[in-house]
């Protein structure tokens, strides 16, 4: 039998499981990002620290984002705009996800490509019909994968990816937020 | 024995083969939760033929029909009869504590002393609902299937039907047909056609094995457990149920309904991936029967294999509704039930309330449970899946009963 290898340690990932159901209290993340104006539109966004499994943690290097609006927006493009950050975000979770669930079933796979398109009528954020909303009308992701795998197994994945995912419940379950002036 | 439906009635016909001296205590009469917490409407979702219990079948004209509660009731109540069961109906159990030697159990009637107990009070005995229907404003109607006997109850107007299951899919079909205006909120469901290569859909639950799946051989058992009953109709024309039925008889789909907010109810917009979810699993099960039925060599007795357009995704599905507008008379959550469990004064349930227990043989030595969901079978909780569980779950109690005399 040959082994499958996709690159995800899928025991750590069980093991967790059942570790933190007997201990939910541990299982209280916080995620965190500071960001800081810099001029116009532009702003960047740095991530590093967040809290899990009880105490504080670390990645292993600080990163930062920039983020403005490009030049048809009137302003200088130095980054992308920040509901783009959005599509990066939903990507990259199903992807890991198409991934972890791809080993847990024993799939091997060879490359996992997926495009994202976000639909946006503008006319919300720029107030002009209140109908509109401000973000995403819809959004669309299509997925090419090429595995030791049937089409319906495929699908399968993709259909579970989506069913753990955390930015997939994010953007498509309403979530409270709270904005505050410190 | 507390409970007199099928469960308690089939342990008790064990016990009775085992000449264990025993008593089967009813809150209200036999066959209770068929005779006052059903709809009007409501028929098996098992054909007749399946409908079986130890020594007692469907004898009838109509093998492949599907009983009404009142046929129902009158098959338990007759098995209860030839069976003679010590049934005590009218007695409510409301508390069960552990002694030294075995149970105190105090009910409506007095006390009781006994060496073990099963419990076989059902699965269903209380409707969830979720916490937001507190946020649901006044002027609408709330109702769960227990407060439900048909649609001539209902205000007129907009009916706003929370839940994909059996229930889900029967009161929104037949909520439609009286001519309201229905939404249904969908969230993960398992969709199953009623026929399949001219065969109920049961049959080959039933004959392929994947009823007789053992709760030690199912991958994920808290999964299973958790499942939703399939969106399945018992009808004299044996038709499908699904959503795709359901769209064309103009019920409009909405996700899961995941929060109230100013008084507008919000739903996933995750409604496809629950509808491929459940096109992929019906697709995988009818890949196991036909599997099966070509390993057995069954396939010339049954029609060639089929299979069913994907559930169709609406153009664009709302994600909010506001309650306040008048749309919406009447919500009826058809979000599940779970098994009453309050009046078991041990810790033998865990945080969520659920039973612990290995295959209805409870942590507590001479305490038994029958009925719930893939108890011991994936077929537990259907009435001709009641036979192996009690007379195995019976077995383990005739030992201990052994062990400690």
Not at chain 1, 127 to 141: E, H, L
Not at chain 2, 128 to 134: E, G, L, M, N, W
Not at chain 2, 141 to 147: G, I, K, Y
């Amino acid at each position: 039998m040959t082994t499958i290898d996709n690159g995800v340690n899928v025991q750590a990932l069980l093991d967790a499981r059942e570790v933190l159901k007997g201990a939910p209290e541990a299982a209280q993340f916080t995620w965190r990002a500071s960001s800081r104006w810099q001029n116009g539109v532009h702003s960047t966004t740095t991530i590093q620290n967040f809290f899990g499994l009880g105490q504080e943690q670390s990645h292993k290097s600080e990163t930062v984002f920039t983020a403005d609006h490009p030049e048809v927006f009137a302003a200088e493009d130095n980054g992308i705009t920040p509901i783009e950050y959005l599509l990066v975000g939903l990507a990259s979770c199903l992807t890991a996800g198409v991934a972890s669930v791809a080993q847990n079933r024993g799939i091997q796979l060879r490359s996992v490509e997926s495009t994202v398109e976000g639909n946006h009528d503008i006319r919300g954020i720029l107030g002009a019909d209140s109908d509109v909303r401000n973000g995403f009308n819809d959004i669309k992701v299509t997925f090419t994968i090429d595995a030791d795998a049937s089409q319906q197994d495929i699908e399968a994945l993709v259909a579970q990816s989506q069913k753990r995912s955390a930015v997939f419940d994010a953007l498509t379950n309403p979530t409270n937020v709270t904005v505050e002036v410190a | 024995m507390i409970g007199a439906g099928h469960a308690g009635l089939a342990a008790s016909h064990f016990l009775r083969d085992r000449s264990v001296d025993h008593v089967v205590l009813e809150r209200g009469e036999v066959a209770n939760s068929w005779r006052h917490e059903r709809w009007d409407s409501l028929r098996l979702l098992t054909p007749n033929w399946q409908s079986r219990l130890p020594g007692h079948r469907y004898e009838g004209p109509d093998p492949d029909g599907y009983m009404t509660m009142g046929e129902v009731i009158e098959f338990i109540e007759r098995f209860a009869t030839v069976s003679r069961a010590p049934v005590r109906t009218g007695t409510n159990v409301t508390s069960v504590r552990r002694t030294d030697d075995g149970y105190h159990v105090t009910t409506s009637h007095g006390e009781i002393r006994c060496r073990a107990v099963v419990i076989a009070s059902g699965a269903c005995n209380r409707p969830t609902v979720p916490q937001f229907a507190d946020a649901v404003p006044a002027s609408v109607v709330q109702l769960t299937p227990f407060d439900y006997a048909g649609p001539t109850h209902l205000p007129d107007g907009g009916v706003l039907v929370v839940g994909a299951s059996a229930t889900g899919v029967q009161l929104a079909a037949e909520l439609k047909r009286s001519g309201r205006p229905v939404i249904l909120s969908v969230g993960e469901h398992v969709r199953l056609p009623r026929l399949y290569r001219g065969r109920d859909v049961l049959w080959w639950m039933d004959a392929s094995g994947v009823w007789d799946q053992r709760h030690d051989e199912v991958d994920d058992l808290a999964r299973a457990r958790r499942l939703p009953s399939p969106q399945l109709v018992g009808t004299p024309e044996r038709r499908t149920l699904d959503l795709n039925t359901l769209a064309a008889m103009g019920v409009e789909l909405v996700g899961r309904w995941a929060a109230v907010r100013d008084g507008r109810a919000l739903f996933s917009g995750g409604l496809r991936n629950v509808f491929s979810l459940a096109d992929l699993k019906m697709r995988r099960l009818l890949d196991t029967f036909d599997e099966w039925a070509r390993a057995h060599g069954c396939d010339a007795e049954v029609d060639p294999p089929e299979r069913f357009a994907p559930t169709h995704v609406p153009e664009s599905a709302r994600w909010q509704i506001d309650l306040r507008s008048g749309e919406i008379r009447t919500i009826v959550w058809a979000t599940g039930f779970r098994p009453d469990f309050r009046w078991l004064d041990m810790p033998v349930v865990d945080e969520k309330g659920r039973l612990l227990h290995e295959g209805g043989v409870v942590g507590s030595p001479g305490l038994y449970a029958l009925g719930l969901p893939v108890l011991r079978r994936r077929k537990s909780t259907f009435i001709h899946g009641i036979e192996d569980d009690a007379r195995e779950v019976i077995d383990h109690l005739t030992r201990h009963l052994a062990v400690r005399r």
